[in-house]
Each structure stands twice: as C-alpha cells, then as structure tokens.
C-alpha cells in the first residue's frame, strides 16, 4: 500500500506553495523571440481543405485519425470551411491551432511555469508540473487549449509546433503533409517577408494583411487569406502583447493560486492511493483465484 506520512505530505504540499507564493516575473517573450526564431505561414488562398495536416498531427501522437469540427483536447489542428450565407461561391478554408504567441498570454498567467516560450518559436507545456488551474486556457485570446476532462488525470492539450522535430532539424508535421504550399516553414522574419510578397503580388485575391503580423505583440504563426480575416472566425484583437494585462491581475491573487496548489496535491496523493491499493487487491485476488 502507498504510505505518505505527515512531514511527507506537508513537503510536497509546501514545495508547491513555495513555487507559487514567490511567483516568477513576467519576462517579455518578444525580446527571447526575435524575427530569427521559427514560424509558420497558412496561405488560406491557396488551402484546399484535404486536410493531410490534420492527419499528419494525429499521426505523429499515434491517434486514430478522425475528423472533427473543432478543437479538442485530441485535435490540436483543425480545417474549417468558411462560406457566405448569400453567396457560396465565395468560400475559404481556414487552418485553425495554437498561434505560438511571441509574448504568450497563457506563459504568463501559468502560475507554476507549465507553459513556455522557447527560443525557437514554439509555446509547449509540461504536465509534469501542471496543476490544472486552466488560467492557460482563460487568458489565451484564441482560445486554443482545451483540457482532458473525460481522463482521471487530465492535462491541458494544444498544438506544440512539433517542437521535437524542429529540434532534430525536421518540419512541423502538418506542413511537411502539406503538397501544395499552403504551409510553409522557416524563420519568422522570412514568413512574414514571403507573405507580403504574396500579398504584393496578386493583391486583388488577397486581404492586404498579414494576420498574426502585430496581434498582441505578434505571433509565429502567419495567416494570409483572401477573405477577411474576421469572416474566419479569427478574433480582431489589438498589437498590445496581453502578458501585460493578465500579469497584475496573477500578482493580485496569489492566494487564489496557493490555494488551488494545495488542493491539487491533497486531491493528487488522495486519488493516487485509492488507485494503488486498488491496483494491489486486484492482484491480490488473481493471486488467489490461480
């Protein structure tokens, strides 16, 4: 049986207040971000909704591919079909997943680090030290990540970039699946450049911005189109970097957090050891039973 006596239990309580009570600074992501980190340009113009990125981004977690209408916790990529009411020759298609913030707003409302910036380009998240408060999720401006909450342990889910494979040299999944260049991978700064030729260069097909450009504080994913952007389904957000607004309000509820740490590591060793002993008597009565 699974056994945590009392200073066992008050240490690993009070690790996770101390981590919490002196809760880090915000750091500006833009300055670790710069124009030579990676990114992501979507060309919406050109997509035509096959959705092998969808199929590519399952397949490399090893899940069945089905297609779904939005965001869960199991699809981090989604293609919707946009089309107007009264007219239904005029259409897009629309790629829709985490935008890889420059100066993330979850990064900065997590109040235990769960979420972060890499140099590269991509946010990721570790669920080791998640303690599943989901500010993450209430202060992303997209409303991208999405929480398992049919697992007995549940994590927040979202789109990681494929920061893996960036790591060993390779794309994204999804656009390495994408044939027709509707994806494209590279440095930021070289995305952004490509986008405004595109849009340069056929600027009766194309809305003259670049999405992702200036929205609070800029994203590594770029998306370019040529029907507005708000049709999409895109939210119209301002150039200010959000981690400046959901910052104060963080340090203004510290407590909130500390008592959310506390009944998470309670509810974690409580949940835990039901599991363990009954793992144990299942095994205790197979025993018996051969």
């Known amino acids: 049986m699974m056994t945590m006596d009392r200073r066992e239990f008050l240490k690993s309580t ?54 779904e209408p939005e965001l869960d916790a199991d699809n981090w990529t989604i293609i919707k079909l946009y ?18 913030c420059i100066d993330p707003a979850c990064v900065s409302a997590c109040p235990v680090g769960a979420m972060q910036k890499t140099p590269e380009g991509p946010v990721i998240y570790d669920e080791t030290i998640c303690i599943g408060c989901r500010y993450c999720m209430a202060a992303c401006p997209f409303d991208i990540p999405k929480y398992e909450w049919e697992e007995v342990f549940p994590r927040v889910q979202k789109c990681d970039m494929c920061a893996d494979r960036i790591a060993e040299g390779k794309h994204p999944a999804c656009v390495e699946a994408c044939k027709i260049g509707a994806l494209k991978f590279g440095r930021r700064s070289d995305m952004l450049a490509e986008a405004h030729e595109r849009i340069e260069s056929d600027p009766v097909n194309y809305v003259d911005k670049v999405y992702g ?15 507005a952007h708000d049709k999409l389904g895109l939210p119209v957000l301002t150039s200010s970097s959000l981690p400046s607004l959901t910052w104060p309000w963080m340090k203004a509820v510290p407590g909130v957090a500390v008592v959310v740490a506390t009944l998470m590591t309670f509810l974690y060793w409580i949940t835990g050891r039901k599991l363990k002993v009954a793992v144990q008597e299942e095994s205790i009565n197979d025993s018996n039973q051969s």
Do not use: W
Request: glycine share 10%.
């Open 14 to 67: 009070g690790m996770g207040l101390a981590g919490l009570i002196v809760l880090p600074e915000t750091i500006n992501h833009s300055e670790i971000a710069s124009e030579d980190a990676y990114g992501i340009l979507y060309d919406a113009k050109a997509c035509i909704g096959c959705r092998e990125c969808e199929s590519a981004c399952k397949g490399r977690r090893d899940i069945p591919t089905i297609n």
């Open 213 to 227: 450009e200036n929205e609070v504080g800029g994203t590594s994913v770029l998306i370019i189109s040529k029907v």
């Open 83 to 100: 089309q107007e009411d009264n007219n239904q020759s005029v259409y897009s298609f629309i790629k829709r997943n985490c935008m890889h």
